[in-house]
């Protein structure tokens, strides 16, 4: 049946006697409204869109480093500027770019798609550039630290929408959360993708270390000079392949999330005329009590999970001298995740999601103690890895999972407060940076403390008791205070359930809302 024809025979029904209507436009009874799902088609193509972000943040967070220092010949110093600054400029763009999407308005592309559209091929072309050695040495420094930024920024616009995207598929929660557990598998792959390329490609790009750490600056000197241009070269273009290749899947991603997904907006939110300012929506955000529980607990764990990755190359190298194993270490955590994440997407189905929390971060536990107090042994390593790959699964698909379930319980006390779905995942990226930074930060400052020497092939005792502190002991306090700030996140599955019907109700009244004004109006023409 039409809308239009609906409409009109049930408006003409309720004044007019039912005789003068023909048969076929009396009164039917109101169908139930059917359940709104997504196929598999939009899950795959909504989770593509998540592999960018992945792909480009692993070859940076990796490679970057040794890039700037032995490939573009940047000074430490210099160096280091870029990293740091690039890392909070990354971090402060989140709320930037979400105060801009809340000011956005719906366009026939939708609120966030424009911004995805939009900043890919910018994107991209400044992701090409940071891989660029440019001829002149003297503002290189500039240059890396200038399209650093750019892209950061760039790339922000592309993953704050698509992350907020995610209120926008589906009005069901178990669709959204079925659309998640794609997305953080796909993003998992891309992880291991981003590794799997740069570190193929540029492998030739590894610089051996040096015996005599205190000879470094003479060795470099040498080093510097018996390097011929064109092997030097090789590497710059090795470099340039694989942002090549990086950048073409970051623009296929892109245009399959584009095709494949489209934008919905809430039928209660249709109906209300201006979005609330970013500010006051800021105010009733942090001021949403599940939201500051469920961010401050994986504030903890990210920042624990970020000091095992951050320092999980120099501890296989130095603690566990296992400098040939890293990327075969690496690749088996990020192929376990993989794996398990449609487990764990099975597991918060059936047990609930703050079960799967406490099951699954905790998980991690038992192996770092035993690789704190392990002595080098690469069989343990290997099973050690495969296990932390359990919790990095949990760590990825359950934030991305309960957030959702946060901004319902919001909508629902604020039913008149709609735009602020990108205040919430912009945030909430920004604590997540906020964490790789201060990961960052305190692993530089204590290994510097402990006296680590740059390239070498071996380091005190006290780096390497600190790196095993970096990646153990540490990590496991951080994660028993999230675990801590769980226990007080009140949305469980009885909450869940009970904000979904309350929801449901609210978009039926919305739109029986709408059909009475279309009702009224068409009498009118009908009398």
């Not at 095709?259 to 009733?284: A, K, M």
Request: include cysteine; charge should be neutral.
């Amino acid at each position: 049946m039409a809308k239009g024809e609906g409409a009109e025979s049930g408006s003409a029904a309720g004044l007019l006697p039912t005789g003068i209507l023909p048969a076929a436009e009396r009164p039917a009874q109101k169908e139930p409204k059917k359940k709104q799902q997504l196929s598999i088609c939009n899950k795959l193509c909504y989770a593509v869109g998540g592999a960018p972000y992945q792909v480009t943040g692993c070859a940076l967070g990796f490679f970057l480093q040794i890039y700037l220092l032995d490939v573009a010949q940047v000074d430490p110093f210099s160096a280091s500027i870029i990293l740091f600054v690039g890392r909070a400029w990354d971090a402060f763009t989140d709320p930037l770019v979400g105060f801009c999407i809340s000011k956005s308005s719906w366009t026939r592309l939708g609120r966030l798609m424009p911004w995805i559209i939009f900043s890919t091929p910018l994107a991209i072309i400044a992701y090409f550039l940071i891989w660029f050695v440019p001829d002149f040495p003297q503002g290189q420094a500039l240059w890396y630290l200038l399209f650093y930024c750019l892209f950061e920024t760039l790339v922000t616009c592309f993953h704050v929408p698509y992350s907020a995207l995610t209120m926008f598929i589906s009005t069901e929660q178990s669709e959204r959360d079925s659309a998640t557990a794609y997305r953080m598998t796909v993003e998992v792959l891309g992880t291991v993708l981003g590794t799997a390329i740069q570190g193929q490609i540029v492998g030739q790009a590894d610089t051996p270390c040096l015996q005599d750490p205190a000879d470094s600056a003479l060795a470099t000197e040498g080093a510097n000079r018996t390097q011929s241009t064109t092997s030097l070269r090789e590497t710059q273009n090795a470099y340039l392949l694989a942002a090549g290749v990086i950048a073409s899947i970051y623009v296929i991603c892109a245009v399959i999330l584009t095709l494949g997904v489209r934008e919905q907006r809430e039928p209660y939110e249709t109906q209300q005329t201006e979005p609330i300012s970013f500010f006051r929506g800021l105010r009733l955000v942090m001021g949403h009590g599940p939201y500051v529980k469920l961010i401050a607990g994986f504030l903890f764990t990210s920042l624990a999970f970020m000091l095992v990755e951050g320092n999980f190359a120099l501890f296989c190298t130095y603690t566990l001298g296992f400098r040939n194993e890293f990327q075969n270490l690496l690749l088996a955590i990020m192929l376990s995740a993989t794996f398990t994440i449609p487990i764990w997407q099975w597991f918060l189905t059936r047990f609930g999601k703050k079960t799967a929390v406490n099951i699954g971060i905790s998980s991690a536990v038992p192996f770092l103690i035993l690789v704190a107090f392990m002595e080098s042994n690469l069989i343990v390593t290997y099973v050690v890895a495969v296990a932390a790959g359990i919790s990095v699964a949990a760590a990825f698909l359950l934030p991305w999972s309960m957030l959702p379930d946060v901004i319902d319980d919001f909508h629902l006390k604020q039913p008149q407060s709609h735009g602020t779905e990108p205040i919430f995942f912009s945030f909430y990226v920004f604590f997540t940076k906020f964490a790789s930074g201060v990961s960052l930060g305190i692993s530089t400052l204590s290994l510097d403390f402990a006296g680590y020497q740059t390239r070498g092939c071996s380091q005190p005792a006290r780096v390497k008791f600190t790196l095993k502190m970096l990646v153990t002991i540490a990590p496991i306090v951080l994660i028993l205070l999230g675990l801590l700030l769980f226990k007080l996140y009140p949305i469980d599955e009885e909450k869940r359930r009970q904000n979904k019907k309350a929801l449901q109700a609210l978009r039926e009244e919305a739109s029986s809302s709408g059909c009475s004004d279309t009702d009224s109006t068409e009498l009118a023409s009908i009398l």
